[in-house]
């Protein structure tokens, strides 16, 4: 993504990165992530970073676990993980099976997490605006706007792709960071690497490697970022 713009990231891969698999949802939490409207998820995500997050920040700066914890609770019953990993992976979920999109899912964002979660420490209490809401509201995609403010503040461009799932919920499935999007990024990035060595040779590179298979996976594709990318 975009160079010092590890907030923005971390709030935004942050919000991805959960493996679904792995994490049972509270009763509260299947509610909540029911809300009314893809505003009213944002709104919601927004509180939730401001009471757990940055009120808590010097509890969490050497207790990762815990954060991670954090970021799961926060994020996970907001976000479609299945369908944005079948989005990642492109043309190549219709080649794998089940089993080979569900290990892959959980590597890669357990990866993604190890990653990106440290940045959301950065975070601080009215960092994220939302825009007002202008259009309409498509159960197949949905935009919310936010605006970032950056240490020196300047703004940031975040935006929330959602859907509507069958039984009713709105779930975002991308992110779009000054117009850079977290699905059509890292499905470059795995389609690359997936050619090159094979899905299961990629997922267990995520297995054993995590945060670092992503780093390799970023410098090997550095000549298809636009400039200023990291």
């Not at 939490?29 to 009120?55: C, G, K, R, Y």
């Not at 970032?148 to 975002?172: C, E, L, R, Y």
């Not at 060595?197 to 298809?224: F, I, R, S, V």
């Amino acid at each position: 993504m975009l160079r010092h713009l590890a907030i923005a990231t971390a709030l935004a891969l942050g919000s991805v990165v959960i493996a679904a698999p792995a994490f049972a949802q509270s009763a509260s939490s299947a509610q909540s992530s029911s809300a009314s409207s893809p505003q009213a998820v944002v709104e919601d995500i927004t509180h939730q970073l401001d009471t757990q997050i940055a009120d808590h920040k010097a509890e969490l700066q050497n207790n990762k676990p815990k954060l991670v914890s954090l970021i799961n609770q926060i994020f996970l019953p907001h976000f479609d993980t299945d369908w944005a990993s079948i989005l990642v992976l492109g043309m190549h979920a219709r080649e794998a099976t089940p089993e080979q999109r569900s290990r892959f899912a959980k590597a890669f964002y357990n990866s993604l997490t190890n990653r990106y979660a440290e940045g959301l420490l950065g975070y601080t209490k009215g960092t994220v605006k939302i825009l007002p809401f202008a259009g309409d509201v498509n159960p197949k995609y949905t935009v919310v706007k936010t605006q970032m403010s950056t240490s020196d503040n300047k703004p940031i461009a975040v935006n929330f792709v959602f859907h509507q799932t069958a039984d009713g919920q709105w779930k975002a499935y991308d992110i779009i960071i000054e117009g850079i999007s977290y699905i059509t990024n890292y499905r470059n990035q795995v389609d690359a690497e997936i050619k090159k060595e094979g899905l299961d040779k990629l997922t267990a590179d995520l297995e054993t490697q995590g945060d670092k298979a992503l780093q390799q996976m970023d410098q090997e594709n550095k000549g298809n970022k636009p400039n200023g990318a990291d």
